[in-house]
């Protein structure tokens, strides 16, 4: 069957810690299960990452070019591989074991490649051969013995004793029978919705985070600059801006620093401070940036205050401080509700989003600020900040605005009828399509019984206060047959959640499965919601997002779980998702996070979201960051430890006699290199049952060797192939522990109760009826 001799050393791999006790082999077989998760497989590649569908036709290993780990580039050096092994076998030898050989190498691109090899954790050994069940490994081994040693070093492997298979197959099998190769293939429940977002049996989507900022002081907003440098800058609630870089650290002085001139407070849920930051569609070229925050005019009367900013010449990471030129004051009648969000659409205005005015149930004037459209209170705004109007205006108003003509209206109204729209964000749009490129989403804050979800049309009336989500909230006003209001896409009631956080639309590279989906979230119960639209409907259908999944986040540098009170949602320049997030929401508390959202059922083809970002010089010290949320798989190694030692103690307690046996003879396994005494064992006897099963249960003809390949150029290309190495020492261990999330929240949730005087209502703090002027309230937007 072998027609030449087998280099010895040839395909130097990375040898596993394989012990040969049976009983040790067992318990520590259960050990790094548990390291690896105490979990079954999911669909995880060698790289520790998600699977992908292939950009292009992989020729060899074929069956998974549908979705899998394997790119073109990977699948022609598998090819290349396989080619040279088969150098070895004469023509009976092909037949025989080429599919076998097909069938092994191409496990590397398999998308539960990660369990098959035992990799779903980088701190632990990687296997030198996948996992394969025992009548597929029997028959191997049975009919190609020869090529064991053509496929690895390892000794243990090679030179198992016992001409059956039974020492080979023991070391290559794997506890759980679904998961061996060729059983991976055939269980329906493993394959049936492979690729596409996990559901739990309740519906709720399984996605998982990263940690990429913390030590915040409540962030209210994350924005990017457009300049291709992929910074985002965060906006902190007491009125300092910080630079993050693409490579995930910060710049040690603040962009921005507007302590003194923002009005806030250390109280828990005051709504007041420093709330929106915009950069100028053409910013790479007028450097200019806007913001919006809440200030003390004359009097003390307290006002929201749009201006406008430019960055410094000397230094792009720094704001210029004496730029800055008011665009637009507004004053504002109550401490909350004060709005906070800007924008620019497509068209290359600006948006702003103000609150009511505060207090509760929008109890200024006959109908409320909201429904006047005299007053800029409770409405969307629209503007041109590219020149000065008339009468001093540094904006000018768009000759298309709805209200332009229309006596006693505001001009720059854009809508209106809005109670206190908290975070809005405009749709990139499909990448391919372009469809629902434009649309403007937001989360507008209930008052006593529902949170709503709207897109901002133009003129439109949002309904507020005759309605609140669907349902009338005056019933005089909502009777009121000329109301013609917009109907939310989605609302829901204060047993989900009491304070919505409006979110994007996920439009970006790495989870194209998250495409076309709303985002958002619910500030005061933390709970985090997806939108899908169906198009033939034109209606919105809401779903769950569950997170921490030990199943399914078991990737290095995923987490478990999140900081309660999310406060805003955020999209990079790439268009990635993420959201910001506090477990104690004081304006002066450094407890805020940053999230980015993954999907960990699959992710992007190799190659695809490459950016190279535009270079920025930077004057600043660069502070690195250091993750303070514990990952998954530390998580689930303390919880391996734990059983362990808990084995280890029954174990001992059970057999006394035999602890210090065991102990004796426990050696440590034998260096990858350090011994070659024997030649590999060739030319076992063959079985006269072959079972030879190809993907799918089919055995596939053999491979043709591609043209132009001679022995002798194949055997110049030999060396070198091997698997990825472990990355252990890759991956950073957690940093100190933070305050857990639950705590820090209960703590939070204590103290907002605790203000009693306030008034609470459906878990809500409101005004009290004296209309005082000092108003507390859960959310930054309640």
């Known amino acids: 069957m072998l027609r030449r001799s087998i280099p010895r050393g040839s395909w130097s791999w990375w040898t596993p810690w394989l012990l040969t006790s049976p009983r040790i082999f067992c318990l520590s077989l259960i050990v790094l299960l548990g390291q690896g998760g105490l979990l079954q497989g999911h669909p995880q590649c060698l790289d520790y990452r998600p699977p992908f569908q292939p950009l292009q036709h992989l020729e060899f290993c074929s069956d998974y070019e549908s979705f899998g780990c394997c790119d073109q580039h990977k699948d022609h050096r598998i090819a290349a591989r396989y080619w040279d092994i088969m150098e070895y076998f004469d023509l009976k030898g092909h037949e025989l074991c080429g599919g076998y050989i097909k069938d ?12 098959l090899y035992d990799a779903e954790n980088p701190r632990t050994p990687l296997r030198n051969l996948p996992g394969l069940c025992s009548d597929y490994c029997f028959a191997f081994h049975s009919n190609c013995h020869s090529a064991i040693a053509l496929l690895t070093n390892d000794r243990r492997l090679q030179e198992s004793p016992g001409k059956d298979g039974t020492r080979f197959c023991h070391l290559l099998n794997l506890p759980d029978k679904d998961y061996c190769f060729p059983n991976i293939l055939r269980r329906d429940h493993l394959n ?28 209210v907003s994350m924005v990017h600059a457009g300049d291709g440098t992929h910074r985002f800058f965060v906006a902190e609630q007491v009125g300092v801006v910080w630079v993050y870089l693409p490579d995930g650290s910060r710049l040690e002085q603040p962009f921005l620093d507007l302590k003194s001139l923002v009005l806030t407070t ?29 200030c003390l005019g004359k009097k003390r009367v307290e006002k929201i205050r749009i201006s406008e900013m430019k960055v410094s010449r000397a230094d792009p990471n720094k704001a210029d401080p004496k730029s800055e030129r008011v665009i637009l004051e507004i004053e504002e009648p109550a401490s909350n509700h004060n709005g906070g969000q800007l924008l620019f659409g497509l068209d290359g205005y600006m948006y702003i989003f103000t609150g009511d005015g505060g207090q509760a149930g929008d109890p200024f004037g006959k109908f409320g600020n909201a429904q006047n459209k005299s007053s800029l209170l409770g409405k969307v705004l629209r503007i041109d900040v590219n020149g000065a109007g008339s009468g001093g205006k540094r904006y000018r108003v768009p000759v298309d605005n709805p209200f332009v003509s229309e006596p006693g209206a505001h001009p720059a109204i854009y809508a209106y009828g809005v109670r206190n729209m908290w975070r809005c964000a405009v749709d990139r749009g499909d990448p391919v399509t372009r469809q629902g490129r434009g649309r403007m989403f937001c989360g507008d804050v209930g008052q006593n019984r529902f949170e709503e979800v709207d897109i901002i049309v133009k003129g439109g009336n949002y309904g507020w206060r005759a309605k609140e989500g669907f349902e009338c909230y005056d019933k005089k006003l909502c009777q009121n047959a000329s109301l ?26 790495e989870s194209p499965n998250l495409n076309g989906l709303y985002i958002f979230g619910d500030f ?10 169906d198009r033939k409907t034109k209606k919105w259908k809401k779903q769950d997002i569950c997170l921490g999944s030990t199943e399914s986040c078991a990737f290095p540098g995923l987490i478990s779980a999140h900081s309660k009170f999310i406060i805003s949602f955020a999209e990079d320049e790439a268009g990635e998702l993420y959201f910001l997030a506090t477990s104690y929401p004081s304006a002066y508390a450094p407890h805020g996070s940053i999230y980015k959202f993954v999907d960990p059922s699959r992710r992007a083809p190799p190659g695809k979201c490459k950016y190279k970002p535009v270079p920025v010089k930077t004057k600043s010290k660069r502070v690195q960051f250091r993750p303070l949320a514990k990952m998954v798989l530390d998580l689930l190694k303390e919880q391996s430890e734990k059983a362990a030692r808990k084995l280890s103690s029954a174990t001992l307690a059970s057999s006394p006699n035999r602890a210090s046996s065991q102990k004796a003879s426990f050696r440590k396994p034998a260096s990858p290199t350090s011994s070659r005494k024997t030649s590999p064992r060739l030319g076992a006897k063959k079985r006269a049952r072959v079972w030879s ?58 103290d907002l109760r605790r203000a009693g005087s306030w008034g609470w209502s459906g878990g809500r703090q409101r005004v009290p009826e004296s209309g005082g002027r000092v108003v507390l309230s859960p959310s930054l937007a309640s």
């Not at 092994?104 to 369990?115: D, G, K, M, V």
């Not at 492979?194 to 913390?214: H, K, T, W």
């Not at 005061?524 to 639209?533: D, H, K, Y």
């Open 104 to 115: 092994i190498l191409c496990q590397e691109c398999s998308p539960y490649a990660a369990h």
């Open 192 to 219: 049936r919705n492979l690729g596409v977002v996990a559901e739990d049996p309740r519906g709720c989507l399984q996605l998982c985070l990263a940690e990429v900022a913390n030590g915040l002081r409540n962030p």
């Open 693 to 750: 099963p190809g993907s799918q249960g089919k055995r596939k003809g053999i491979p043709k060797r591609p043209g132009g390949r001679t022995g002798q150029a194949a055997r110049q290309r030999r060396a070198g192939r091997s698997l990825p190495p472990p990355l252990g020492s890759r991956w950073p261990l957690s940093g100190p522990e933070a305050p857990h999330p639950v705590e820090a929240a209960a703590a939070a949730e204590r």
């Open 524 to 533: 005061m119960s933390g709970r985090l919601m997806a939108l899908q639209e």
């Open 484 to 509: 013609d209001d917009i109907l939310p896409i989605y609302a829901y009631g204060h047993a989900v959640g009491k304070s919505v956080t409006g979110g994007y639309v996920y439009r970006g590279c």
């Open 266 to 294: 250390p109280w828990i849920g005051d709504e007041r401070g420093f709330l929106g930051l915009a950069f100028h569609p053409r910013f790479r070229r007028n450097r200019k940036f806007y913001i919006y925050y809440s």
